[in-house]
């Protein structure tokens, strides 16, 4: 029977392990360096819209929705459901040419939206007061997942489907036999597999340096705020909010607790260099400014946000690839390796369909969606070199959200 170690116990390498499982391909271990979640998947907004600028990232998309519809059905009795509320992407005019162009792209591969103008927007969601001249692109099938409902649910799905997941095993490195890797080095000795899928996220650069290989992938600080308590549930959808600096949508501490959660970047911030296994990402934090500065910029959008503050703060990180796409596939130059890494924005919206391809590619399967424009494969050294050696801070890079 094959054996399978996932290296990585966030929303990527569980949405892997869960699938390998689902595939009853062999035996699948998943090992943390910390505790499941430890990294951005409990920190994230969790929105997920389907609406994305590449035909790959798309049709990928297509099955992440798909997939989390069907997650919430087999997850439901561990304490998880996709909120269906719709994702509502909104641009300002200067902005909505480049989407306009997409249109075609959404038509010929059948995924359904609706452009609104600003009055539609105010007719079909109450608490939503755009600006007269917005645009919003909206997916009805988008939404959002809670994080601190979605990763325990899946470990503990995982566990119950005979995953044996290990937390506080860090991975030091890959054992490389003829060429091919054969399993993992741990503090507990080395671990035979027949596949290692390595889904660290923002220690994917470090981790692979040390395995010989140059990923061009850079990670940034990014930071998500949930409000006090509402006296009532805000009728919004989840929005991406770029001409208003963030974005926004309804949070759910529990059945009855009904918040705001809301997000944004720090223009003005360098990249974060994640050097080696022992960082962690509570050692990040986010200036204080940008609590009032987000409740300023999204008030004006979001009325009801005006009675609230804000109660908690997740910093974390996000990753992106230097043309800012997803790196999803096998290594030419390391067999028996398969990589996920570099989702933007959007690592949670990905993660149901990155966790099946991965498991396909694992699993010797044809994957479900031709992701070679993701291949780890398609930067060449000297252009990897290059985009390593500069520093880049948060406003160059691409803004590519969920
Ligand atoms: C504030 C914030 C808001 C966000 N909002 C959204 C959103 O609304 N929608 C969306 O789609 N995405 C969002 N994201 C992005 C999303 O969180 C990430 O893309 C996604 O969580 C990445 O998942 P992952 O499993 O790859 O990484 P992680 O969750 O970071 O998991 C990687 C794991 O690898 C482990 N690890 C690292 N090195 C080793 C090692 N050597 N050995 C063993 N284990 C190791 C770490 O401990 C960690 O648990 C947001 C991110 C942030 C920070």
Same mark, same amino acid.
């Given at each position: 029977m094959p054996r399978f170690i996932v290296i990585g116990g966030g929303a990527i390498g569980l949405n892997t392990a869960y699938r390998l499982a689902r595939m009853q391909s062999g035996q699948v271990t998943l090992l943390d360096k910390g505790l499941v979640g430890d990294g951005s998947s409990s920190r994230a907004g969790g929105i997920i819209t389907g609406l994305l600028w590449s035909e790959t990232g798309v049709l990928a998309r297509m099955i992440s929705l798909?997939?989390?519809?069907?997650?919430?059905?087999?997850?439901?009795?561990?304490?998880?459901?996709f909120q269906n509320v719709g994702c509502l992407n909104l641009f300002d005019p200067a902005s909505w040419t480049e989407r306009e162009a997409l249109l075609p792209l959404y038509d010929r591969l059948g995924?359904?939206?609706?452009?609104?103008?600003?009055?539609?927007?105010r007719r079909r969601w109450p608490d939503l007061t755009p600006e007269a001249d917005l645009i919003g692109l909206h997916d009805a099938l988008g939404g959002y997942s809670?994080?601190?409902?979605?990763?325990?649910?899946?470990?503990?799905?995982?566990?119950?489907?005979?995953?044996?997941?290990?937390?506080n095993a860090g991975v030091n490195g890959l054992q490389i036999e003829n060429g091919r890797v054969v399993g993992v080095q741990t503090a507990m000795g080395l671990l035979e597999a027949d596949v290692v899928i390595c889904t660290v996220h923002a220690w994917t650069a470090a981790f692979m340096e040390r395995c010989g290989v140059r990923l061009?992938?850079?990670?940034?600080?990014?930071?998500?705020?949930?409000s006090s308590e509402l006296q009532e549930r805000v009728s919004i959808p989840a929005i991406n909010a770029n001409p208003y600096g963030g974005y926004i949508r309804p949070a759910r501490l529990g059945t009855t607790d009904f918040?705001?959660?809301?997000?944004?970047?720090?223009?003005?911030?360098?990249?974060?260099?994640?050097?080696?296994?022992?960082?962690?990402?509570?050692? +990040?934090?986010?200036?204080?400014?940008?609590?009032?500065?987000?409740?300023?910029?999204?008030?004006? +959008?979001?009325?009801?946000?005006?009675?609230?503050?804000?109660?908690?703060?997740?910093?974390?990180?996000?990753?992106?690839s230097l043309d800012s796409e997803p790196v999803l596939g096998k290594l030419p130059q390391l067999p028996g390796l398969v990589v996920g890494a570099a989702f933007h924005s959007g690592g949670f919206a990905y993660s149901p369909v990155a966790g099946l391809l991965l498991a396909e590619l694992a699993a010797g399967k044809s994957p479900s969606v031709d992701i070679s424009s993701f291949s780890p494969g398609r930067f060449t050294a000297e252009e990897t070199d290059a985009y390593l050696a500069t520093t880049v801070v948060q406003a160059d890079a691409f803004r590519r959200r969920h």
């Amino acid at each position: 029977m094959p054996r399978f170690i996932v290296i990585g116990g966030g929303a990527i390498g569980l949405n892997t392990a869960y699938r390998l499982a689902r595939m009853q391909s062999g035996q699948v271990t998943l090992l943390d360096k910390g505790l499941v979640g430890d990294g951005s998947s409990s920190r994230a907004g969790g929105i997920i819209t389907g609406l994305l600028w590449s035909e790959t990232g798309v049709l990928a998309r297509m099955i992440s929705l798909r997939l989390y519809q069907e997650l919430s059905a087999d997850l439901e009795r561990y304490g998880y459901r996709f909120q269906n509320v719709g994702c509502l992407n909104l641009f300002d005019p200067a902005s909505w040419t480049e989407r306009e162009a997409l249109l075609p792209l959404y038509d010929r591969l059948g995924f359904a939206y609706e452009v609104l103008d600003a009055a539609q927007m105010r007719r079909r969601w109450p608490d939503l007061t755009p600006e007269a001249d917005l645009i919003g692109l909206h997916d009805a099938l988008g939404g959002y997942s809670e994080p601190h409902e979605f990763v325990p649910a899946l470990a503990r799905r995982c566990r119950d489907l005979g995953v044996e997941i290990r937390e506080n095993a860090g991975v030091n490195g890959l054992q490389i036999e003829n060429g091919r890797v054969v399993g993992v080095q741990t503090a507990m000795g080395l671990l035979e597999a027949d596949v290692v899928i390595c889904t660290v996220h923002a220690w994917t650069a470090a981790f692979m340096e040390r395995c010989g290989v140059r990923l061009p992938v850079k990670s940034f600080v990014h930071q998500r705020y949930v409000s006090s308590e509402l006296q009532e549930r805000v009728s919004i959808p989840a929005i991406n909010a770029n001409p208003y600096g963030g974005y926004i949508r309804p949070a759910r501490l529990g059945t009855t607790d009904f918040r705001i959660l809301a997000g944004g970047e720090t223009e003005d911030r360098e990249e974060e260099r994640v050097d080696g296994p022992a960082f962690h990402m509570s050692v +990040l934090s986010a200036p204080r400014s940008l609590r009032s500065h987000l409740s300023k910029n999204l008030a004006p +959008l979001v009325p009801k946000l005006a009675a609230t503050h804000w109660e908690t703060e997740q910093v974390g990180l996000i990753s992106f690839s230097l043309d800012s796409e997803p790196v999803l596939g096998k290594l030419p130059q390391l067999p028996g390796l398969v990589v996920g890494a570099a989702f933007h924005s959007g690592g949670f919206a990905y993660s149901p369909v990155a966790g099946l391809l991965l498991a396909e590619l694992a699993a010797g399967k044809s994957p479900s969606v031709d992701i070679s424009s993701f291949s780890p494969g398609r930067f060449t050294a000297e252009e990897t070199d290059a985009y390593l050696a500069t520093t880049v801070v948060q406003a160059d890079a691409f803004r590519r959200r969920h």
